[in-house]
């Protein structure tokens, strides 16, 4: 699977024109089709970054399916779709992701994804984005893998992580920055942002043997943003 993942900045007069453009829209003319899926829809939180931003996601089958799709949106049935959702946003930058082969499985059931608008509780996710030193995505990946991954478990010490790993993935090749890696987590306890945004990282977090220590070898240079799913949005 292509995952094909877009920030929107949204003029914020058409912030609900923009959603309702993707719910009543998008999602139901991908559903006519077994090409690709919305996965995605969701709000930076206020208060964490630049105001009116929208990260999407569509899963797209393969290639060939996005090839199709691209044709759909620049001269075919999705144009006049595309044509009045630019009146809704400032810009938007997408890039072509695909999982590392170790990544958990963001979509078991393609046929399982709701494709009626069905709404429940919003879910809130953290997107870090990582670009690790030259030379070193393999070694990154490899840590990720070996280190951060299994942190995320074996830190809950009888109660809920913080966070819960969904998919590593990657520009696929030729599409964006060769050495960058997104990390897709739900926060699984929010109740624990309080203690991490308002407070120190303890001295024994960034001790030789952590990740936030060990990692440094690697990276020292990554994003995160806060994504609150709408109500209506596939992934909660």
Do not use: N
Not at 199 to 225: C, Q, Y
């Amino acid at each position: 699977m292509l995952l094909l993942h877009e920030t929107h900045r949204v003029t914020g007069v058409h912030e609900g024109a923009f959603a309702d453009a993707f719910r009543e829209g998008w999602m139901p003319a991908l559903a006519a089709g077994d090409d690709a899926r919305l996965l995605f829809f969701g709000h930076q939180a206020h208060g964490t970054g630049r105001a009116y931003v929208v990260v999407t996601v569509t899963g797209v089958r393969d290639g060939s399916a996005w090839e199709r799709l691209a044709r759909r949106v620049e001269c075919g049935d999705l144009r006049p779709w595309a044509e009045r959702v630019d009146g809704y946003r400032h810009d938007v930058h997408g890039k072509i992701l695909m999982p590392v082969d170790w990544s958990p499985g963001l979509v078991e059931d393609w046929t399982a994804v709701p494709v009626d608008g069905r709404e429940h509780p919003p879910g809130l996710f953290m997107e870090d984005t990582a670009w690790p030193h030259e030379g070193m995505l393999s070694r990154y990946l490899e840590a990720a893998r070996d280190h951060y991954a299994p942190s995320l478990t074996e830190g809950r010490h009888g109660g809920r992580a913080l966070l819960e790993l969904q998919a590593v993935l990657r520009p696929a090749w030729g599409t964006g920055r060769r050495r960058e890696v997104i990390l897709w987590q739900k926060v699984v306890d929010p109740s624990r942002l309080t203690a991490l945004l308002g407070s120190e990282i303890p001295a024994v977090h960034r001790a030789p043997g952590t990740w936030m220590h060990d990692a440094l070898a690697v990276r020292d240079d990554w994003e995160s943003r806060l994504l609150r799913s709408a109500s209506w949005s596939p992934l909660a």
